[in-house]
C-alpha cells in the first residue's frame, strides 16, 4: 500500500481523477460521449484534441528540463513553424494540394529543427545558461515569424492542412494521434535506449557524465533539437486549428505551461529524473482544468489566476521546508534518510573540500 | 606563547553529543579553548572534527552537553549569532564574494556610516587599516577575485578581525597554499595569538600543525581521544592516537609492491612531453602491464593535473601520448575510453558519483557511455555485473537501487572503482580514491588494487598518504612545483626517503 | 586545482594606471559598452537621417516614452543582482493600472487609488519573494506564479480597458517642464527619482552592499552574517513595487487601464538590464546601467520607426543585441574565473 502512496505519480494522478470526478458530478455531459457520422465527439474528447498542441511542448520541455535547462523558445518557434507552412501553401497555386500541404509541413518542422539546433549550440557549445539562451529567440522569434507573414494574419483555405488539427482518423481526432505517437516515439527512445538514463546523468551532475564518459554536449544538445522540433509540429496544430498564421498569438505563454505540466508531473526543475507518463498528466491536467474553468463561466483570460493558485500551491506542497514539516508530522521514515543524506553530503563536503 | 592553565578559557564545551540518525557524530565530547593559543584539533575524516566546530558555530544543534563563550552559557542557531559573540570561521573554500573589492569584504555589513549612508571613505580607510595591522599590502579597491587563494583567506582573517573575533576558527586553511603563502598566513597567526585571539585550527598537514600549535585535542569516531600540550605529543603518538590501532591487515599487502614487473616490452601507456600553459610543465611517464605507478607530491604539485592530461578530461597544449606503442589521440575521456583508459577523480562527489541515481546505474554508465545510447546493455548483463561488483568490492548496502547520494564516502568509492572496472580497463587511474573514507573501506580497496595489478592491470595511484603510495606503487613519480621532478624505484626507498625526495630532491633533475 | 594558477602575478610590481582601474572597475566594462553603443547609435542615426535625430524633442521623447520600462528596469536589476529573475513585471504592471483605473473610476480618491496600485504590486512581489526565500522555489516559477496572478487579476478586475479621467493622475503625462525646447513631465522625473533611489540604496546602504554579496555567493553572504533572507524577499517586493509604479506611469501615459498592457514587457526589462551591463548570474551591474539598457532599447525602438521599417525588426534587434551581450558577459565572467 505504502509503495502505491508513495509512487511520485500518485499525486498528479490524483489530482487529474478528481478533476475527471468534480467535472463528472457537476456536469454529467462532461463523460458523455456523442457519435455523429462515425466520430466521436464530447468534453474528454474536444480535451484530447485540444491538449495536443501543449503535449508536444511539454513533451520536448521535459527533455529539456532533465538536462538541467528549460527552453522558453518554444511559443516563438510555433509562431515561426506556423508562419513558414502558412507562407508556402499561400504562396502556392494550390493550396488543397496535399503534396504543397506536405512540402510545408516538412519545411516548417526543418525550420523549427534548425531553431533548436542554435538554442542547442548556444547552450551546450558557448554553455550559455538555458534561461538566457533560449531567451534571445523568445524575444527574436516572433519577430522573425512576423517578418515572414509580412506583419500580417496569413489565412488559408487548405482542406489537408486543416485536416491535421481538426480531421478525424478512424473515430478520434487526427491530433489525438499526432499526440499518442509523440509520446510513443519519445518514450520509447528515452527507456529502451540508454537514451533516458545518460540524459538523467547528464541532468543531475554534467561533469562526472563527462568524465564517465558521456556526450554529454550530444546528450544536451540533442534536448533542444527535440523540443525545437516538437514546438514546430505543435505550431502546425495550432495553425491549422485556426486556418491562420498568427505570428502574435501563436503559442503566447506556451512554454509557462508547458513547464507547469513537467512540474506537475513530478519532474524537478533541477534536471535529472524524468517522468514521462507524468507530463502526460500534467498536460492532462492542465487542459481539464481549463475546461473546468471555461465551464464555470469564467472568462478564459482570467483563468491565470487558477493556475497561479495552482503554481503555488505545487511548489509549495514539493518544497523541502513542508516535505520535512509532512515528514515529522507522519513519524515516516523518509524524512530522516534525508537528514543522513545531508549529513553525509556535509562530510563529503568537509572532505572533498576545495 | 603557549598559552598556560590558568588563564580562564574563552569556550568551554563540555559533554557535547550530537546524534544524526544511526550515527552517533559526537559522544560527550569536551574542548576548552583558552585566549592566546593556537589548539589543532586532530582525527581522521570522519572522527567528528567537522561536527564540533558546526556545533560550535551554530550550524548544528547539540542533543546534549553546554558550551560556554567567555563564561556566558551560549546556544547559538546561526552564523551570525556565533559571530556576534566573537566567534568567527575561516573556511578551505573562501567564503567571501569575489565581485566586491577587497575593502567591501573586508567591511560588509560594518561599513561606517554618515547622512543615511554608507561613508565610503571611511570604508576604505578602515578596511586599510585593518589590512596593515595584519601587514597585508594590496589595494583595498582590487577585485577580491584578481588575488590568490591564499590572499583571500588573510582577507577572511582580517574581516573576523573587524568583526573583533575572540575565537578565529582555521578550517583546513592551508591545503591549497604553497609553502612561502603558509609563512605568511602563520605569520598572521602567531601576531593574532599574541593579540590574545584564540585559534581553532584544523590542518591535515602534521609538519604545520607542530610548527604552530600550543595544544592539540584528538578525536576519533566521534570521541575524544585526549588533549595534549605539543611538546607532550610526538608525533607518532599522535598518528596512533588519531588512528587508533595499526592495521594489521595492511601489512599483508607490503609485499604486494615488490613484484618484479618487465618493463623491457611496449608500456601500455606512454607519454612523452605532456604539459599545458600554466598548468604543467612537460612530462614524460610510462606504464607498464601489471605495474602500479604511485604519483606522489603535495597537493597542487600537479599531479592531478598530470593525470587529467593523460586522460583528456583537460586538454593538453604540449606532448603525445601512445597506447600500446601506437600515437593516440586523447582529447576527451571519451577518446581515453575508447583507448582503455579510466580515471576516478579525487572530487568523488562533483566529478565521480551521480548522487541521483542507483548503485547499479552508476556503476553501469561507464559501460553505458562507451557503448553509445543507441545499445542499451541488456538488463541481464547489467543485473550480473552490478551483483558481481557490489558482491566483490563489498558495498554497503548491497543494495543495487539505493541512491549513491545515501552512500557512505566510502561506498561511494567503491561504486566507482565498479564503474571503471566494469569497463574492463587497461589503465586504471585512481586520484586520491582513500581520501576521507573509513578505514576498512580503505583496506577494501587497496586489496583490490594490488590483486588487479598483479592479474595484469596497470593502474596510476594519487594519494596524499605516502605510506600508501608506497605499499602499493613499485615506482613513483615524484611531482614538485607543477614538475615532474623525478622517478624512484619504490622497493629501493623507505618513507623518509620519499619525504626528503620530494622536499629536496635536485633542482633541473625532471625526468 | 586552478587555484594556484596565476597566484604570484598579482603581487605588487607596481600596477600601471590601466591595471589599476580595470582591477577596480572591471565590472563596470560592460556598461562602458553599453553606453558606446547608445552613441553609435546615435551618431549613426544622426548621419543616416541627416541630422534630423538627436533633436532635444527626440531626446525628451526617449525618457517620455520608456518612463514605464525605466522603472521596471530598476526593479529588475535589484532581482538579477541577487541572482534571480522577476518574469512577473509586465503582468504586475497590468494589473495595477487597471486596479487604479478601476478605483478611479468609482470615484475613489486618487490618494487612495496610488498606493493602493502600489501595494499591489509590492504584495506580489512579497508573494514571489516568500516563495523564493522561504520555500527554495526557483525564481524563475515562483515569478512565472506572479505573471499568472497578475495578469489574471488583471482581467479579474477588468476585461476591457478603462478610460482615466482623474486629473492628477492626467497631469503627471500632459505636464511638461520646459528648458527650450527640451522638456520633461512628472512621470520622466517619476522614473529618474526611481533610477536615483534605486542607485543610492545598492550603493549606499548595506542593504544595497548585502544584494551585490547575495549575488556574488549567497552562501557567503550567510555565513558573514549579513541578513540575507531579508534582503532576497526585499528585492522581489522592490520589484513588484516598481511593477506597481510602472503601472501609474503606464496609466498616466496611455490615460487609460488596460488588462493586456505589458505583455512580454519582462523581457524588454530584462534585455535592458542585461545590454546596460547586469551579469544575470548577480552580483555585478550597475542601476545606472539599466537605464542606458532601457534608452539603448528605446533608441533602437524610434530609428525603426523613423526608419519606416517593421517593428518586428525591433524584437529582432533586441533579441541579437541580448545575444551579443550575453556572449560577451560569458567571456568575461569566463575569463575572471580563469584568473583565480
Not at chain 2, 322 to 347: L, T, Y
Amino acid at each position: 500500500m505504502r509503495s502505491i502512496w508513495r509512487h511520485r505519480l500518485f499525486w498528479p494522478v490524483v489530482a487529474l481523477l478528481t478533476l475527471i470526478a468534480v467535472n463528472s458530478i457537476a456536469r454529467p455531459n462532461f463523460i458523455k460521449l456523442r457519435v455523429r457520422d462515425g466520430e466521436l465527439f464530447g468534453a474528454i474528447i474536444t480535451i484530447l484534441r485540444d491538449s495536443a498542441p501543449l503535449m508536444l511542448v511539454a513533451l520536448g520541455m521535459t527533455i529539456v528540463i532533465a538536462t538541467r535547462g528549460i527552453d522558453l523558445s518554444v511559443g516563438a518557434i510555433m509562431a515561426v513553424s506556423g508562419a513558414v507552412a502558412l507562407t508556402i501553401i499561400d504562396g502556392s497555386d494550390d493550396p488543397g494540394n496535399l503534396a504543397t500541404v506536405l512540402i510545408a509541413v516538412v519545411v516548417a518542422i526543418l525550420v523549427s529543427m534548425v531553431l533548436g539546433v542554435w538554442n542547442g549550440f548556444l547552450v551546450s557549445v558557448l554553455g550559455i545558461q538555458p534561461i538566457i539562451a533560449t531567451l534571445v529567440l523568445m524575444l527574436a522569434g516572433r519577430g522573425v515569424a512576423l517578418l515572414i507573414t509580412g506583419g500580417f494574419i496569413t489565412t488559408v483555405n487548405s482542406e489537408p492542412f486543416s485536416y491535421i488539427a481538426t480531421g478525424y482518423l478512424f473515430v478520434l481526432p487526427f491530433a489525438f494521434f499526432i499526440s499518442v505517437a509523440a509520446i510513443t516515439v519519445i518514450g520509447l527512445v528515452e527507456r529502451r535506449t540508454a537514451l533516458g538514463v545518460l540524459t538523467e546523468a547528464v541532468g543531475i551532475n554534467p561533469e562526472a557524465s563527462r568524465l564517465a564518459g558521456v556526450r554529454s554536449r550530444g546528450i544536451i544538445w540533442g534536448a533542444y533539437i527535440v523540443s525545437g522540433t516538437l514546438a514546430g509540429l505543435a505550431g502546425i496544430l495550432y495553425a491549422s486549428n485556426i486556418r491562420a498564421a498568427d505570428a502574435n498569438a501563436a503559442g503566447v505563454f506556451i512554454e509557462l505551461y508547458a513547464i507547469l505540466a513537467v512540474v506537475l508531473g513530478g519532474t524537478s526543475l533541477n534536471g535529472g529524473k524524468f517522468s514521462i507518463a507524468g507530463t502526460v498528466i500534467g498536460v492532462l491536467i492542465i487542459q481539464t482544468l481549463d475546461s473546468t474553468i471555461l465551464f464555470l463561466g469564467v472568462p478564459s483570460a482570467q483563468s491565470p489566476v487558477f493556475f497561479a493558485v495552482v503554481v503555488v500551491v505545487v511548489v509549495v506542497v514539493q518544497s523541502p521546508r513542508i516535505r520535512n514539516a509532512l515528514g515529522r508530522m507522519s513519524r515516516s521514515r523518509k524524512p530522516k534518510a534525508a537528514v543522513a543524506a545531508a549529513v553525509v553530503e556535509d562530510k563529503q563536503k568537509a572532505e572533498v573540500g576545495r | 606563547m603557549p598559552a598556560d592553565n590558568e588563564v580562564p578559557p574563552i569556550v568551554e564545551m563540555r559533554g557535547i553529543t550530537i546524534r544524526f540518525p544511526g550515527v552517533l557524530a559526537l559522544d560527550n565530547v569536551d574542548f576548552t579553548l583558552r585566549p592566546g593559543e593556537v589548539h589543532s584539533l586532530m582525527g581522521e575524516n570522519g572522527a567528528g572534527k567537522s561536527t564540533l566546530i558546526k556545533a560550535l558555530t551554530g550550524v548544528y544543534a547539540i542533543d546534549s552537553g553546554t558550551i560556554t563563550v567567555a563564561g556566558e552559557q551560549r546556544t547559538f542557531h546561526t552564523a551570525a549569532d556565533a559571530q556576534e559573540a566573537g566567534i568567527s570561521t575561516v573556511y578551505q573554500e573562501v567564503n567571501l564574494c569575489a565581485n566586491l573589492t577587497v575593502g567591501e569584504n573586508v567591511m560588509l555589513g560594518h561599513e561606517p556610516r554618515r547622512a543615511g549612508g554608507i561613508d565610503w571613505r571611511a570604508t576604505q580607510r578602515e578596511a586599510a587599516r585593518h589590512m596593515e595591522s595584519l601587514g597585508l599590502a594590496i589595494d583595498p579597491r582590487s577585485m577580491l577575485a584578481s588575488h590568490s587563494i591564499a590572499i583571500q583567506q588573510l582577507v577572511a582573517i582580517i574581516r573576523a578581525m573587524v568583526l573583533e573575533a575572540k575565537v578565529l576558527i582555521l578550517d583546513e586553511p592551508t591545503s591549497s597554499l604553497d609553502r612561502g603563502e603558509v609563512d605568511q598566513l602563520f605569520a598572521v597567526i602567531r601576531d593574532l595569538r599574541a593579540k590574545g585571539v584564540a585559534i581553532l585550527f584544523v590542518s591535515h598537514f602534521l609538519d604545520q600543525v607542530y610548527e604552530i600549535s600550543d595544544r592539540i585535542t584528538v578525536l576519533r569516531n566521534g570521541a575524544l581521544v585526549g588533549e595534549h600540550p605539543i611538546e607532550e605529543l610526538p608525533r607518532d603518538a599522535l598518528v596512533t592516537k588519531m588512528i587508533g590501532r595499526e592495521l594489521e591487515d595492511l601489512a599483508t599487502l607490503e609485499k604486494s609492491s615488490h613484484r618484479a614487473i618487465d618493463r623491457t616490452g611496449t608500456p601500455v601507456v606512454k607519454a612523452e612531453g605532456l604539459g599545458k600553459r600554466g598548468v604543467l610543465e612537460p612530462a614524460d611517464l610510462e606504464i607498464y602491464e601489471g605495474e602500479v605507478v604511485g604519483i606522489a607530491g603535495l597537493l597542487g604539485s600537479g599531479r592531478t593535473e598530470l593525470v587529467r592530461l593523460l586522460y583528456g578530461a583537460d586538454r593538453p597544449d604540449a606532448g603525445q601520448v601512445e597506447v600500446q606503442g601506437a600515437p593516440a589521440k586523447v582529447h576527451s575521456p571519451r577518446h581515453a575510453i575508447d583507448h582503455r583508459i579510466s580515471f576516478s577523480s579525487e572530487n568523488r562527489r562533483e566529478e565521480g558519483v551521480v548522487a541521483d541515481l542507483t548503485v547499479a546505474e552508476n556503476i553501469v554508465l561507464g559501460m553505458q557511455a562507451r557503448q553509445g545510447w543507441m545499445r542499451k546493455v541488456p538488463k541481464k548483463d547489467q543485473d550480473a555485473v552490478v551483483a558481481e561488483y557490489i558482491e566483490a568490492l563489498g558495498v554497503r548496502p548491497a543494495n543495487p537501487n539505493a541512491l549513491v547520494g545515501n552512500l557512505s564516502g566510502g561506498n561511494q568509492q567503491k561504486v566507482l572503482l565498479a564503474r571503471w572496472l566494469a569497463t574492463a580497463p587497461e589503465l586504471l587511474i585512481l586520484d586520491e580514491p582513500t581520501r576521507g573514507i573509513d578505514v576498512g573501506a580503505k583496506a577494501d580497496i587497496q586489496k583490490k588494487v594490488s590483486e588487479l595489478s598483479s592479474q595484469g592491470l596497470s593502474v596510476i595511484f594519487i594519494s596524499s598518504e605516502l605510506e600508501e603510495v608506497l605499499r602499493l606503487a613499485q615506482r613513483v613519480a615524484v611531482m614538485r612545483d607543477r614538475r615532474k621532478i623525478g622517478e624512484l624505484d619504490a622497493t629501493q626507498v623507505d618513507l623518509d626517503g620519499l619525504i626528503d625526495y620530494i622536499a629536496n630532491a635536485g633542482e633541473g633533475s625532471a625526468a | 586545482m586552478t587555484a594556484m594558477a596565476t597566484r604570484t602575478e598579482s603581487r605588487e610590481s607596481g600596477p600601471s594606471f590601466l591595471q589599476t582601474f580595470v582591477s577596480r572597475h572591471g565590472s563596470m566594462m560592460p556598461t562602458f559598452a553599453a553606453v558606446a553603443i547608445l552613441l553609435v547609435l546615435f551618431v549613426g542615426a544622426e548621419i543616416f537621417l541627416r541630422g534630423d535625430f538627436i533633436t532635444p524633442r527626440n531626446i525628451s521623447a526617449l525618457l517620455l516614452d520608456n518612463a514605464y520600462l525605466l522603472v521596471l528596469a530598476v526593479g529588475m536589476t535589484f532581482v538579477i543582482l541577487t541572482g534571480g529573475i522577476d518574469l512577473s513585471v509586465g503582468s504586475v504592471m497590468a494589473f495595477s493600472g487597471i486596479l487604479g483605473a478601476k478605483l478611479l473610476a468609482e470615484g475613489v480618491p486618487a490618494f487612495v487609488a496610488v498606493p493602493a496600485m502600489l501595494l499591489g504590486g509590492a504584495a506580489i512581489g512579497l508573494m514571489i519573494g516568500i516563495l523564493v526565500q522561504y520555500f527554495n522555489v526557483q525564481p524563475f516559477i515562483a515569478s512565472l506564479a506572479g505573471l499568472f496572478l497578475g495578469r489574471g487579476l488583471a482581467y479579474v478586475v477588468s476585461l476591457s480597458s478603462i478610460k482615466v479621467e482623474e486629473p492628477g493622475i492626467l497631469w503627471l503625462q500632459s505636464t511638461r517642464i520646459r528648458l527650450g525646447d527640451w522638456y520633461i513631465t512628472p512621470t520622466g522625473l517619476i522614473a529618474l527619482g526611481a533610477v536615483a533611489v534605486a542607485a543610492f540604496v545598492l550603493h549606499l546602504t548595506r542593504f544595497g552592499r548585502t544584494i551585490y554579496a547575495i549575488g556574488g555567493s549567497e552562501q557567503s553572504a550567510r555565513l558573514m552574517g549579513l541578513k540575507v533572507a531579508r534582503a532576497k524577499v526585499m528585492a522581489y517586493v522592490i520589484s513588484g513595487l516598481c511593477g506597481g509604479l510602472a503601472g501609474l506611469v503606464l496609466t498616466a501615459y496611455s490615460g487609460a487601464g488596460y488588462p493586456r498592457n505589458g505583455i512580454g514587457t519582462e523581457l524588454d526589462a530584462i534585455a535592458a538590464v542585461v545590454i546596460g551591463g547586469t551579469i544575470l548570474t548577480g552580483g555585478r551591474g550597475y542601476v545606472i546601467g539599466s537605464m542606458i539598457g532601457v534608452f539603448v532599447y528605446g533608441t533602437i525602438k524610434t530609428i525603426i520607426s523613423f526608419m519606416g521599417a517593421e517593428q518586428s525588426w525591433m524584437q529582432i534587434i533586441v533579441g541579437a543585441l541580448l545575444l551579443l551581450f550575453i556572449v560577451v558577459q560569458r567571456a568575461i565572467v569566463a575569463r575572471s574565473e580563469g584568473r583565480r
